[in-house]
T-cell receptor, first 115, second 110 residues
Framework: GAVVSQHPSRVICKSGTSVKIECRSL??????MFWYRQFPKKSLMLMAT?????????EQGVEKDKFLINHASLTLSTLTVTSAHPEDSSFYIC???????????FGNGTRLTVT | RKEVEQDPGPFNVPEGATVAFNCTYS??????FFWYRQDCRKEPKLLMS???SGNEDGRFTAQLNRASQYISLLIRDSKLSDSATYLC???????????FGKGTMLLVSP
């Protein structure tokens, strides 16, 4: 089945540094990828929709300058958390779809801890 | 009314029991529906898509009721390994809007 790989699975960084998270579709071309964050015991919150070759569409309340998304190819999207702060500590998950109305396939998530 | 609502549970059931969850959605333009399962501190994994005619996969049955705007998930013969949080996902055409329920926690005990 379709597989989405996300890397790294866990990262600890110091406040003020930037962290890049990669999301790759391994056996299909993903024209659209999604980025979410999840706080403990809460549901997934969509942060942005990333379309290959165009700017990402951010959800209301998500700072585009803080969460930089690049979708340069049909198999790779990256999320960069810039100038990370402790409140950015969270579980970040990407997902991708192979085509319209196909189900979402999720990456394994990245647990970010900012100290 | 929230766009997607689920009873958070937890639903505590013994092994072998049958349990059902519902998920209501408010937007009639919603077109695609899915059930995902999420284990603690893990990413969600697709359990099954929900089709208009209803669909079954082993012990799991999913149904869609467009008139009443809800989807359901029925789990028969519960196993300990079914313990997880079950998320419903509602999407509009082309995933222009994607909404997750908060999830329903299921705990299956011996």
């Amino acid at each position: 089945g379709a597989v989405v790989s996300q890397h790294p699975s866990r990262v600890i960084c110091k406040s003020g540094t930037s962290v890049k998270i990669e999301c790759r579709s391994l056996d299909f071309q993903a024209t659209t990828m999604f980025w979410y964050r999840q706080f403990p015991k809460k549901s997934l919150m969509l942060m942005a929709t990333s379309n290959e070759g165009s700017k990402a569409t951010y959800e209301q309340g998500v700072e585009k300058d803080k969460f930089l998304i690049n979708h340069a190819s049909l198999t790779l999207s990256t999320l960069t958390v810039t100038s990370a702060h402790p409140e950015d500590s969270s579980f970040y998950i990407c997902s991708a779809i192979a085509g319209q109305n196909s189900p979402l396939h999720f990456g394994n998530g990245t647990r970010l801890t900012v100290t | 009314r929230k766009e997607v609502e689920q009873d958070p549970g937890p639903f505590n059931v013994p092994e072998g029991a049958t349990v059902a969850f519902n998920c209501t959605y408010s937007n009639s333009a919603s077109q695609s529906f899915f059930w995902y399962r999420q284990d603690c501190r893990k990413e969600p994994k697709l359990l099954m898509s929900v089709y208009s005619s209803g669909n079954e996969d082993g012990r799991f049955t999913a149904q869609l009721n467009r008139a009443s705007q809800y989807i359901s998930l029925l789990i028969r013969d519960s196993k300990l390994s079914d313990s997880a949080t079950y998320l419903c996902v509602v999407a509009r055409s082309g995933y222009s809007t994607l909404t997750f329920g908060k999830g329903t926690m299921l705990l299956v005990s011996p």
